[in-house]
């Protein structure tokens, strides 16, 4: 299967983005997420996107990544969802999936991005969920 052109990108209206967790590269379930979205929802007008922001080579490269803190995890993801919102110009509606730590730096991005005179005022946040994130902090056993 060959890639995308640019007039096919501009032709999904909401994208939905999954951020995975700590350690994690989020792929399974990325995926998981991904058919879940599509047999509910079709492909009509939607576009799924797994985050590869916090994402390493290896598995140590990921565990390291997302070790670095939400500041650093936030940074990465926002400077992603910029890419993609660019590369899907034509979206006007955004969905945010984080699990865990993936909640945080989405969380992050969101404030970044979405604040006062931003430059997607023309995007709605339709949807943001956060899956077992550590919104209160943790404490260690």
């Known amino acids: 299967m060959g890639t995308s052109s640019s007039s096919e990108d501009n032709n999904h ?3 939905f983005i999954f951020v995975h967790g700590f350690g ?3 792929h399974r379930h990325g995926l998981y997420m991904k058919k879940l979205f599509r047999d509910h929802f079709g492909d009509n007008g939607f576009k799924f996107v797994i985050s590869k922001a916090n994402t ?3 598995p140590a490269e990921t ?3 997302t070790s670095l803190g939400v500041r650093s995890g936030g940074e990465a993801f926002a400077r992603e969802l910029e890419q ?3 590369k899907y110009s034509s979206a006007t509606e955004l969905s945010i999936i984080g699990s865990s730590l993936g909640g945080l730096y989405s969380r992050y991005a969101i404030g970044k991005l979405f604040g006062s005179e931003s430059e997607w005022d023309h995007i709605s946040l339709i949807n943001f969920v956060a ?3 550590p919104f209160l902090g943790y404490s260690p056993v």
């Open 63 to 65: 565990l390291f990544r």
């Open 84 to 86: 993609i919102l660019n």
């Open 13 to 15: 209206q909401h994208i």
């Open 56 to 58: 390493g080579y290896t």
């Open 131 to 133: 899956l077992a994130s």
């Open 24 to 26: 994690s590269s989020g």
